[in-house]
């Protein structure tokens, strides 16, 4: 999370492209009027080079199939955004003619391996059968088949039409995900990261275990701009665990207590992961009411690991920090504009103002980039820097822009044959029928299914596809859409520290020097927020009612708190008294669960 050097600057060709791809997009945001039709093949076509031509294959035969994918999918775009008049008058099936079956092959084709390329093979495989049941469905016997569908109207509904490729969620990542795609690469290219460390050093680092807790606190500042659990734990870590390791901590307690903080980030408002933004048009509520509502889960996610890593504190006998290493509030308040005015302006303009998101990360973007200009080791304004800096970070938003939309193109295209063929619908009924009916029952069937397919997928894939099936059972078992859809939301987040696919752990103890399964060990025991305040706020619905019942929402919060910090101090193993700690897990369980608020 340090400042970027000017030195290590991209070369011209991928400069240019992260121009065009930065510029397209902000084109796009502010020009409201453009086309379905034309908007979203243009976020296609600029993700294309990114995924098949910057990004280093493993063969020469993925090379060529590169060259290939980009040159097939720039040609389609462009046909789609030429011809668009044309094709609308299909009313969303081929014409018939070869060409249009090639295209819409090569276009599926296309996204396919993009998706392969930039993500797990799960997402695209997962795809692969949604295709094979559109085409073949009509087989299967009993509610799990459906009417056979014409090959041109299924395959024109995915790629002519505004469903499939170019649908509800490819919009969602141009208007929503974007914009705050290019403020996070901006903000990272700056300061900011020396006013996180700062201030989060100042406010925790004269606690006990003061350099874990710089940790959560500096990783919970960074959430509210990032959104990116990865991000967070390559840019803070990098900071923290070598301070960590330097103090004397278990090298496997440094990399779990940054692996947790880290996780946070996607669950921190006011800018959350990506699918926050999805979540906010499934549901048609406005992305203010979702930050709102996410506010004291957020704050109950980071006491927990708070509390965690205090008690591992205990465990060990780690101290705070030295005197002469806290930076002073002098420095500190130096060092926080540079991440406090792009907060600041979102938060103005999200939550006082009433202003769209995109228009709000724009915006606060601008404030930004003016900020780049600022050595702050040499105190003093550098058009060198600024120069470097910026195209770092249009190098960064365009591989970010890239990646989400190889995600969010191939979800569409499940999400278009859940559409085409009713699949959704008849999931849905087969969880209502497994779960005999009981909240709880479904609420378990729909953990697992998260927590299985976040351990492939990315947790934007992972929310879409749950929230598209097992969302709407919740609801019609009694859950509020706004809770359902958030408990599908953290619980795809498990994986992120829960083996055996836990990124972040991955990351952190690499960057710890140490083997991951302790890590993941640790982490779930400071992060154990993830797996209880999704039941809690089923449990308590008032704890997501901030905006209308303040009092119940924080009454909710200090119940589902004190259950936490029982439940932390049990799993830890502070005492070597098994029977006391078993008592403390189940009044911890208990507080979380029993006379639920709300």
Same mark, same amino acid.
């Given at each position: 999370?340090?400042?970027q ?11 240019l ?12 945001i !502010?020009?409201?009027l ?17 995924i098949?031509? !910057? ?11 590169? !060259?290939?994918?980009c ?7 462009a046909y ?9 008058d299909?009313y969303g ?17 296309? &996204?396919?391996e ?6 797990q093979?799960?997402?695209p ?5 949604c295709?094979?049941?559109?085409f073949?469905?009509? #087989?299967?016997? $009993?509610a799990?088949g459906?009417p056979?569908?014409?090959?041109d ?10 469903? $499939?490729?170019?649908?509800?969620? &490819? ?25 996180f460390?700062?201030?989060?050093t ?7 275990? $003061? ?9 919970a500042?960074?959430g &509210? ?18 301070g960590m390791i ?7 307690? *440094?990399?779990?207590?940054?692996a ?8 921190m408002p006011?800018v959350?992961g990506? +699918? ?9 509520? /406005?992305y203010a ?6 506010? =004291? /889960? ?6 927990a690991a ?6 591992f ?15 002073g ?8 504009p ?5 907060l ?8 006082v103002?009433?202003y769209?998101?995109?228009? +709000?990360?724009?915006? *606060? ?5 003016a900020?780049?200009?600022?050595d702050?080791?040499?105190r ?12 770092t ?14 995600i ?19 999931? &849905?009924?087969?969880? %209502? ?8 029952? *479904?609420l378990?069937?729909?953990a697992? +299914?998260?927590t ?14 749950c929230?598209?099936?097992a969302? /709407? +059972? ?12 958030m408990f ?15 990124g972040?752990?991955?990351?952190a103890?690499?960057i710890?020097?140490t083997?991951?399964? /302790?890590?993941a ?20 619905p008032?704890?997501?009612? %901030? ?8 009454l909710?919060?200090?119940?589902i708190?004190?259950?936490l910090?029982?439940?932390s ?10 029977l006391?700690?078993?008592?403390g =897990?189940?009044?911890g369980l208990?507080?979380?669960?029993? #006379?639920?608020?709300?």
């Open positions: 999370m340090q400042s050097d000017a030195g290590a600057r991209p070369g011209w060709g991928l400069l492209c992260a121009a065009i791809t930065v510029g397209i997009h902000v084109w796009l !502010f020009t409201s453009v086309p379905n039709l034309v908007s979203r093949p243009l976020h296609f076509a600029a993700a294309l080079p990114w098949f031509l !910057f990004a280093r294959p493993r063969s020469r035969v993925e090379r060529w199939i590169g !060259f290939a994918g040159a097939f999918g720039l040609a389609g775009a789609l955004i030429l011809d668009r008049r044309a094709i609308l299909q099936s081929l014409d018939g003619s070869l060409w249009q079956f090639v295209l819409a092959g090569g276009l599926i084709l296309v &996204t396919l993009m998706a392969r390329r930039a993500v093979p799960v997402l495989g997962v795809a692969v059968l295709l094979a049941y559109g073949f469905g009509q #087989y299967l016997p $009993g799990l459906h056979a569908l014409p090959v109207y299924f395959l024109g509904s995915l790629t002519l039409a505004e469903g $499939g490729l170019w649908g509800q969620l &490819t919009g969602i990542s141009i208007d929503l995900i974007v914009p705050f795609m290019i403020l996070g690469a901006v903000v990272s290219a700056g300061e900011a990261g020396r006013g460390m700062a201030l989060a100042q406010l925790a680092g004269g606690y006990r275990a $003061g350099a874990a807790k710089v940790s959560v606190l500096a990783s500042l960074y &509210t701009i990032s959104g990116s659990a990865s991000a967070n734990v390559a840019s803070v870590g990098a900071i923290t665990i070598p330097r103090m004397g901590y278990p090298r496997p307690l *440094a990399a779990a207590v940054e947790v903080a880290s996780t946070g980030g996607q669950i006011p959350m990506s +699918a926050a933004f999805i979540m906010a048009e499934l549901i048609r509520q /406005p009411d979702i930050a709102v509502a996410s506010i =004291l /889960p957020a704050v109950l996610f980071f006491f708070w509390v965690g890593v205090h008690y504190a205990l465990r060990f006998g780690l101290k705070a920090l030295p005197a002469d290493e806290l930076p509030w002098r420095m500190a308040a130096a060092a926080v540079f991440f406090a005015a792009p600041a302006v979102l938060i103005v303009m999200l939550l103002l009433g769209s998101p995109a228009y +709000a990360a724009m915006l *606060a973007t601008a404030v930004t980039v900020m780049l200009i600022w702050g080791k040499a003093r304004l550098s058009g060198r820097l600024f120069v470097g800096r910026v195209m970070a249009l190098v960064d938003a365009s591989r970010q822009i890239a990646l989400i939309a190889a969010i193109i191939c979800a569409g295209l499940i999400v278009g044959v859940f559409h085409a063929t009713g699949l959704g619908v008849k999931i &849905t009924g087969l969880i %209502l029928d497994l779960s005999g009916g009981h909240l709880w029952a *479904a378990v069937l729909t697992l +299914a998260c299985i397919l976040g351990m492939e997928l990315p947790t934007t894939a992972a929310y879409l596809i929230a598209a099936v969302g /709407p +059972a919740l609801v019609k078992l009694g859950l509020p859409e706004l809770h359902a859809h599908v939301f953290w619980y795809a987040l498990l994986c992120t520290i829960t083996p055996p696919v836990c972040t752990v991955f990351v103890a690499s710890a020097g083997p991951w399964l /302790p890590v060990g640790m982490a779930m025991r400071i992060g154990l927020g993830l797996f209880i305040i999704p039941l809690g706020f089923v449990a308590n008032a704890l997501m009612t %901030l905006a209308t019942t303040p009092v119940l929402a924080i909710a919060m200090l119940k708190g004190a259950g910090t029982l439940l101090w049990a799993l830890v193993g502070v005492s070597p008294r098994w006391l700690r078993a008592a =897990l189940a009044a208990a507080l979380v669960f029993a #006379y639920g608020i709300g």
